[in-house]
T-cell receptor, first 115, second 111 residues
Framework: GAGVSQSPSNKVTEKGKDVELRCDPISGHTALYWYRQSLGQGLEFLIYFQGNSAPDKSGLPSDRFSAERTGGSVSTLTIQRTQQEDSAVYLC?????????????FGQGTRLTVV | QKEVEQNSGPLSVPEGAIASLNCTYSDRGSQSFFWYRQYSGKSPELIMFIYSNGDKEDGRFTAQLNKASQYVSLLIRDSQPSDSATYLCAAGSGNTGKLIFGQGTTLQVKP
C-alpha cells in the first residue's frame, strides 16, 4: 500500500475485554514497530519486528500484551483483559529494514479507550 | 537517565526567526537519528534524518549531529506559524535496530 495502514482507527472497549489492533506496513518494508502514546506524552516503545521475528519484547508493559507478525507483512497487537490504563493511541511504523534505510513511517494510529 | 532527552518547552519564536531544537542520547551504539513533527491529534511525520557527523540541509530545515557529544539538533529557518507543533527526536541503535524517541519539544511560532 501507499502508506502504513492501521485498523480500527478508534476502539472503545469495556474493561476486561480483549482487543486486537492491526497494522499493515508499507509494501516491502521488513521492519515494523509498535509504540504507545498516552495523552500529552511521548512515544513509548513496545516491540519491533524484523521480518516475522521480534528481537526485543522488553517494551511490552505486561504479559497481557502480545504481538505477532505473519508473512513478513501484517502485524497484530493483542491486549488481553484490558485495563483503563491501557487507554492510549497505539502507533505502528514501518521501515525498509533495520540496517540500511531506517527511516520509519507511521500509520494514523488506533485510539483505544477502555471504559 | 532517559535514552533520548529533549527539553519539553514550549519554545516560542517569532515568525521569520530561526528555531533551534536540541536532543541528547545516551546509547553510543546509536547510528541513525531522526526528527519527526507531530501536530496535535495526528501521528508523527518524518521531516529529517541524519547518519553522519556534521550538517544536513533540506529546505528550511538543517539537522546537525555530533556523535562525540551525543548531540543532535534541528534548525528551522524562517519559522512559520504552520511550524507550530511538537518535534520528536529519535535514535536508532546500530546493534538492535530499536528506535527510541525523546519526549518531544513543543514549538510555538507567533505571527
Amino acid at each position: 500500500g501507499a502508506g502504513v495502514s492501521q485498523s480500527p482507527s478508534n476502539k472503545v472497549t469495556e474493561k476486561g475485554k480483549d482487543v486486537e489492533l492491526r497494522c499493515d506496513p508499507i509494501s516491502g518494508h521488513t521492519a515494523l514497530y509498535w509504540y504507545r502514546q498516552s495523552l500529552g506524552q511521548g512515544l513509548e516503545f513496545l516491540i519491533y519486528f524484523q521480518g516475522n521475528s521480534a528481537p526485543d519484547k522488553s517494551g511490552l508493559p505486561s504479559d497481557r500484551f502480545s504481538a505477532e507478525r505473519t508473512g513478513g507483512s501484517v502485524s497484530t497487537l493483542t491486549i488481553q483483559r484490558t485495563q483503563q490504563e491501557d487507554s492510549a493511541v497505539y502507533l505502528c511504523a514501518s521501515s525498509l529494514d533495520l540496517q540500511g534505510g531506517k527511516e520509519a513511517f507511521f500509520g494514523q494510529g488506533t485510539r483505544l479507550t477502555v471504559v | 537517565q532517559k535514552e533520548v532527552e529533549q527539553n519539553s518547552g514550549p519554545l516560542s519564536v517569532p515568525e521569520g526567526a530561526i528555531a533551534s531544537l536540541n536532543c541528547t542520547y545516551s546509547d553510543r551504539g546509536s547510528q541513525s537519528f531522526f526528527w519527526y513533527r507531530q501536530y496535535s491529534g495526528k501521528s508523527p511525520e518524518l521531516i529529517m534524518f541524519i547518519y553522519s557527523n556534521g550538517d544536513k540541509e533540506d529546505g528550511r530545515f538543517t539537522a546537525q549531529l555530533n556523535k562525540a557529544s551525543q548531540y543532535v539538533s534541528l534548525l528551522i529557518r524562517d519559522s512559520q506559524p504552520s511550524d507550530s507543533a511538537t518535534y520528536l527526536c529519535a535514535a536508532g541503535s546500530g546493534n538492535t535496530g530499536k528506535l527510541i524517541f525523546g519526549q518531544g519539544t513543543t514549538l510555538q511560532v507567533k505571527p
